[in-house]
Nanobody
Framework: HVQLVESGGGSVQTGGSLALSCVAAKLTYSSNCMGWFRQAPGKEREGVAAILLRGDDTAYADAVKGRFTISRDNDKNTLYLQMNSLKPEDTAMYYC???????????????????WGQGTQVTVS
């Protein structure tokens, strides 16, 4: 059972930066992809970015392209999300997720993921 723990959230002013981390305990060889999602109050959870655990493939939501960067350190079993030029509309609870599934085109689909962290709050004002 994969356990995911996010950290790095906080409050920042518009235009600022934050770096999120997600440590994956017991990440298995079968795990294929990890992603970041966010959910604002009253809104559906949406995919922000995803990365394959082997290879260089990444994907981003249009709303964050050019501002956010997803990366990973497989040796440390850690996923990162560098968030720059933050906007008030980026305010949300951010979750990391992992899956062993292979349909990469579904990276933004929350039902595609098997494991979730508890989330870390990001507030931009």
């Amino acid at each position: 059972h994969v356990q995911l723990v996010e950290s790095g959230g906080g409050s920042v002013q518009t235009g600022g930066s934050l770096a999120l981390s997600c440590v994956a305990a017991k990440l298995t060889y079968s795990s294929n992809c990890m992603g970041w999602f966010r959910q604002a109050p009253g809104k559906e959870r949406e995919g922000v970015a995803a990365i394959l655990l082997r290879g260089d493939d990444t994907a981003y939501a249009d709303a964050v392209k050019g501002r956010f960067t997803i990366s990973r350190d497989n040796d440390k079993n850690t996923l990162y999300l560098q968030m720059n030029s933050l906007k008030p509309e980026d305010t949300a609870m951010y979750y990391c997720a992992a899956t062993s599934r292979r349909e990469w085109w579904r990276w933004h689909d929350s039902t595609w993921y098997d494991y979730w962290g508890q989330g870390t709050q990001v507030t931009v004002s």
